[in-house]
């Protein structure tokens, strides 16, 4: 993998720091805002962060179309960064795929989801009371490359779908924020 991409880690947020409900300029992705969908999206359940915090961890930020595996707790858990998440802040428990060359990210992206490489990802990790997946095994996993005409193809064929996706992603999104828009005024 480390010749397709960096792979790169989050940051742990500092003692003294505490997430915020209210919206500031700076989300921050958790493991839990990861692989309930293809795409990782801004959602009323992101939590943020201040400024001073974003300005001591702002190395640690993920770029539209990066792809982020879970590296503690729930392992393997994947999404491709949406643009609503550019420059968003990366837990320590994730590491994003970036720098992505010679494939695509939509390529990068599936093959992780391939049962053979699920698998791989189980006997990547280590630890039994605390599982994590080390950043240096995501590194080594080999990667099928394809001819770059096949790689090509592909993605051909994913931009067609992906618009797609992109939108019933939002729109699911869309939905649920009205739900609990409704559910909250029924019940008052």
Do not use: W
């Not at 003294?16 to 692989?35: A, F, N, Q, S, W």
């Amino acid at each position: 993998m480390d010749s397709l991409c960096t792979v790169k880690g989050g940051k742990r947020l500092p003692a003294d720091c505490e997430l915020l409900d209210d919206p500031t300029e700076h989300p921050y992705i958790r493991v839990r805002d990861v692989g309930g969908s293809r795409y990782v999206c801004l959602t009323d359940q992101f939590q943020y962060i201040d400024e001073e915090t974003h300005q001591a961890i702002s190395r640690y930020i993920v770029n539209t179309g990066d792809i982020v595996i879970s590296i503690v707790g729930t392992i393997g858990l994947l999404g491709k960064i949406h643009s609503s998440l550019d420059k968003a802040n990366l837990t320590e428990n994730c590491v994003k795929l970036a720098g992505i060359h010679t494939v695509t990210s939509d390529y990068l992206y599936y093959t992780l989801c391939y049962k053979k490489q699920i698998k791989e990802i189980d006997l990547l990790t280590v630890g039994a009371v605390q599982a994590k997946l080390p950043m240096y095994n995501i590194q080594s996993m080999k990667i099928l490359v394809p001819p770059t005409k096949v790689i090509s193809d592909f993605q051909k064929k994913m931009n067609a779908l992906d618009e797609q996706i992109e939108a019933n992603t939002m729109e699911i999104q869309k939905l649920n924020e009205l739900r609990s828009v409704l559910l909250a005024k029924l019940s008052d």
